[in-house]
């Protein structure tokens, strides 16, 4: 089969791999779709991958055409989309039901072969089954809105409060999007790329700037979100945060970044730092929203690309160039 492969740091190459081999608690799924996010840049500069080289794509969906000799549950031609998570499940945090946590953390796609190649073999307990309303090209956009899903898990959901989001990409998107299901009186946005924060608009925001200096709010916001992972942004965003508010971290800062904040703040306004990282327990309910429209994918995918495109399709995203981007081998 065609396979997208990350070779070494910085070094990626479009190659013929064997097949996959279908592991009895295993299916192997025809990808349709693979979405690019940041972390296969991370994994790019040698960050996150334990070992070289790998297959990425960790948001993949597409149709089973082989089931395990142990699997019950799936047949050959079921529509899925695949949760990347690999928890051990007997570790310390995993009996804690903190699987994305476990200190034997891995990834489909991360650790083990991924979603950009013609076929993946993966784990039967990883799968959630299409419903109909869910076009298997846009299902890759399941697995980076259970990351958003699990950020709304570890944010306070009071309805009223006030959203400001670092970063209009695809997460800040989704993240906006999440923040006016769970009634949000209003959402601010902030890029300094101002023509991404276009989408934004056509979406139906109206409190955009390239500042969060533009806007007035004289106590702050309820919740401040990151989703830029850039350390100036992250600076910028958690002062914002309203006495009694709560900041989230959730884009992927580089392993180094640091950030100054005021203990005697964080105390006296009762400020609540968090983090979510991932996926937990969220890919079901992620697929039951995309089912039900909270995104529009015809919106949020901006560029579907063929196998053979995908060191492009990394470089424009790399150059900050339109929203989700899937490979889609399906595509000459
Ligand atoms: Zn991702
Ligand atoms: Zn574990």
């Known amino acids: 089969m065609k396979a997208a492969i990350i070779t070494g740091i910085n070094q990626i190459s479009v190659e013929t791999v064997p097949d996959p081999t279908c592991g009895e608690n295993e299916v192997v799924v025809q990808v349709a779709a693979s979405g690019i996010c940041g972390t296969d840049l991370h994994i790019l500069e040698g ?31 079921q529509k899925v989309a695949v949760d990347p998570s690999l928890h051990c ?16 953390w891995g990834g489909i796609g991360i650790s083990i072969p991924g979603g950009a190649a013609e076929f993946s073999a993966v784990p039967a307990k990883n799968l959630y089954l299409l419903p109909d309303e869910i076009d298997v090209r846009n299902a890759s956009l399941i697995e980076p809105l259970s990351c958003a899903v699990r950020g709304y898990d570890v944010l306070p959901r009071m309805p009223g409060s006030h959203y400001l989001i670092y970063g209009s990409g695809t997460m800040g998107l989704m993240m906006m999007e999440l923040a006016r299901r769970n009634g949000a009186a209003s959402v601010s946005m902030v890029d300094i790329n101002e023509k991404r924060l276009e989408t934004a608009r056509t979406l139906g925001i109206t409190k955009l ?24 942004a992250i600076q910028d965003a958690i002062p914002r945060t309203m006495p009694g508010g709560t900041f989230l971290q959730f884009g992927v800062a580089n392993t180094h970044a640091k950030v100054e904040i005021n203990p005697f703040w964080v105390y006296n306004k009762e400020i609540t730092i968090a983090g979510s990282m991932a996926v937990l327990h969220s890919f079901e309910r992620a697929g039951d929203l995309l089912a039900a429209g909270v995104l529009n994918p015809d919106v949020m995918i901006s560029h579907r690309f063929g196998l053979d495109d995908f060191p492009k399709a990394v470089q424009m995203f790399k150059d900050g160039i339109g929203r989700k981007m899937t490979i889609e081998p399906g595509l000459k």
Do not use: M, Q
């Not at 149709?63 to 047949?75: F, H, L, M, P």
């Open 47 to 77: 960050e996150f991958a334990p070992t070289l080289p790998i297959i990425p794509g960790h948001e993949f969906s597409g149709t089973i055409v082989e089931v395990g000799s142990k699997v019950s549950d799936y047949k050959v031609g």
């Open 89 to 104: 499940g007997y570790c310390f945090y995993c009996k804690r039901a903190r699987g994305n946590l476990c200190e034997n």
């Open 209 to 232: 700037a390239t500042s969060a200096d533009e806007f007035e709010s004289e106590r702050g916001w309820d919740v401040v979100i990151d989703c830029t992972g850039n350390e100036k």
